[in-house]
T-cell receptor, first 114, second 112 residues
Framework: DAGVTQSPTHLIKTRGQHVTLRCSPI?????VSWYQQVLGQGPQFIFQYYEKEERGRGNFPDRFSARQFPNYSSELNVNALLLGDSALYLC???FGQGEGYGYTFGSGTRLTVV | GQNIDQPTEMTATEGAIVQINCTYQTSGFNGLFWYQQHAGEAPTFLSY????GLEEKGRFSSFLSRSKGYSYLLLKELQMKDSASYLC?????????????FGTGTRLQVFP
């Protein structure tokens, strides 16, 4: 059974550009969360989606947006890229909401903004 | 506010035992996770505590005291491959949101 898959694995963008990152959760998992991990830091929560609805948003500017599709896959979009957006972007999937469900992380997308 | 503290770096010798501490102050606490992360890779699950006490899993054990806001991860019989960052993360249930709040991670270096 496939784990959480993210694409692309790496990409380089220029300041001011837009980027779309994709995540496919484990089959049957309905919750997808996005995290940003800057080098040397722990992951920071960006968004959580459950059953295609946004359930939470972290302390990130409106340049960051996301959505979840009927098949539970998800996209993270970042507009007007800044150098500080360079990070590893991680997607985590869970079967459900609430206690008792573990989080499985994808391998991440390494975004470099130049 | 939400705050999780863990040491930035630790070193240990192959075959030894190391304890990585984590203290937290969070609202909506609903469990504590430990993850291992090798450089440039995804975090991988090590342990989960929601009740006070010790959870043992092979060479790894994790302890939780909710009243003290304290957890530790114990690694026994250290191997070179245990050199990695160890992330302490609290699961916070805040209204409709279900999220993990991470510490900065503890980078462990194991020497021969």
């Amino acid at each position: 059974d496939a784990g959480v898959t993210q694409s692309p694995t790496h990409l380089i963008k220029t300041r001011g550009q837009h980027v779309t990152l994709r995540c496919s959760p484990i089959s049957g998992h309905k919750s997808v969360s996005w995290y940003q991990q800057v080098l040397g830091q722990g992951p920071q929560f960006i968004f959580q989606y459950y059953e295609k609805e946004e359930r939470g948003r972290g302390n990130f500017p409106d340049r960051f947006s996301a959505r979840q599709f009927p098949n539970y896959s998800s996209e993270l979009n970042v507009n007007a890229l800044l150098l500080g957006d360079s990070a590893l972007y991680l997607c985590a999937s869970r079967f459900g909401q609430g206690e008792g469900y573990g989080y499985t992380f994808g391998s991440g997308t390494r975004l470099t903004v130049v | 506010g939400q705050n999780i503290d863990q040491p930035t770096e630790m070193t240990a010798t192959e075959g030894a035992i190391v304890q990585i501490n984590c203290t937290y102050q969070t609202s909506g606490f609903n469990g504590l996770f430990w993850y291992q992360q090798h450089a440039g890779e995804a975090p991988t699950f090590l342990s989960y505590n929601v009740l006070d006490g010790l959870e043992e899993k092979g060479r790894f054990s994790s302890f939780l005291s909710r009243s003290k806001g304290y957890s530790y991860l114990l690694l026994k019989e250290l191997q070179m491959k245990d050199s990695a960052s160890y992330l302490c993360a609290v699961r916070a249930d805040l209204g409709n949101t279900d999220k993990l709040i991470f510490g900065t991670g503890t980078r462990l270096q194991v020497f021969p």
